[in-house]
């Protein structure tokens, strides 16, 4: 019998990857007022991780899922794509911000917001799906072979 963890792996890989981004998302934050030159290395620690992850579920995880359920670029991976794009045109707006010196507190509370509602669709609803969908195997030579 496999291991719950085996019977989760899209679940429990991409939702720890949330966790460790939404830390340092917060200790940007946390360090944004007295601390400019650490809240800045946090930031674009937590951008480059974000972008990255983006690109494992689009590039990797999304085309599995449609082709395991007969879907192309539709369904919830059309969501998350839509949702990705506006992710990633906010942490290009906080990174500007940054280099001018101009922090946006709204800004970041709107990017906050969407992470909170995009990560739950996706570990409630998506990655559930793909864990349904997908072979442990077949995660695995995927993910290998990167």
Known sequence: MESSVMQNLVTQFFSVDHERLDFLFRMYRENKKNQR??????????????????????????????????????????V?????????????????GLKNDDHSEALENTLLELLLLHNEKEEQVLYVQCDRALTKEQLLARFLDM
Request: no cysteine; hydrophobic share 40%.
């Open 80 to 96: 998350m794509r839509q949702e990705h794009g506006q992710i990633e045109a906010i942490l290009e707006e906080i990174s500007d």
């Open 37 to 78: 030159y650490k809240a800045v290395l946090l930031f674009d620690k937590f951008s480059e991780g974000l972008k990255r992850h983006i690109r494992w579920e689009e590039e990797l995880l999304f085309p599995m899922f449609e082709k395991a359920n007969g879907l192309e670029s539709a369904g919830p991976t059309m």
